[in-house]
Nanobody
Framework: QVQLVESGGGLVQAGDSLRLSCAAS????????MSWFRQAPGKEREFVAG????????YYADSVKGRFTISRDNTKNTMYLQMNSLKPEDTAIYYC????????????????WGQGTQVTVSS
């Protein structure tokens, strides 16, 4: 019931900012918890940030706390990930994902995934 499409990735310099968007279709979008994951070359997929359906409860991986902000606008059916002070180690494909209820950090339980958007941060 949910289709997800990410956008906003690109190639930037260290210290720059990017804002990723995840556009969702489907009437039940506001009922889903949402998260961002990322996968770097040769690495396992890792949790980045998550938010409940209201957007009033958020949590982050330690590696991005203080730099990334997750948010959602249910009137626009869109999730966002504001990424500031980007580092080369942030380079990865970023995916948005949706699950019924609270969003866990385990990728295998998510019901819906976007196609991913590439973020590359150069030194």
């Amino acid at each position: 019931q949910v289709q997800l499409v990410e956008s906003g990735g690109g190639l930037v310099q260290a210290g720059d900012s990017l804002r990723l968007s995840c556009a969702a279709s489907g009437r039940t979008f506001s009922s889903y918890g949402m998260s961002w994951f990322r996968q770097a070359p040769g690495k396992e997929r890792e949790f980045v940030a998550g938010t409940n359906w209201r957007g009033d409860s958020t949590y982050y991986a330690d590696s991005v706390k203080g730099r990334f902000t997750i948010s959602r606008d249910n009137t626009k059916n869109t999730m966002y990930l504001q990424m500031n002070s980007l580092k080369p180690e942030d380079t990865a494909i970023y995916y948005c994902a949706a699950v019924v209820g609270m969003p866990p950090m385990t990728w295998r339980v998510y019901n819906y995934w976007g196609q991913g958007t590439q973020v590359t941060v150069s030194s």
